[in-house]
């Protein structure tokens, strides 16, 4: 069996990635936090004109291709 020296540790290329990937969703959470920003999804949030337009049109029946 192999031996691990002090550099590479058994499971050290598992614990690097679980332990960055954590790191940035718990930096994530604590920029939501600081500047207030709602948990919840909205898709009206952003208010993109163009693509609610787009779906009322798609709504009502009316086929508009941008061809």
Do not use: C, H
């Amino acid at each position: 069996m192999a031996k691990y020296n002090l550099i590479f540790k058994k499971n050290w290329f598992a614990k690097s990635i679980f332990g960055t990937v954590g790191f940035f969703v718990l930096l994530d959470q604590l920029a939501r936090y600081q500047y207030n920003i709602p948990e919840y999804r909205n898709p009206n949030l952003t208010m993109w004109s163009w693509w609610l337009e787009k779906v009322n049109l798609k709504r009502l029946g009316v086929d508009k291709e941008d061809n």
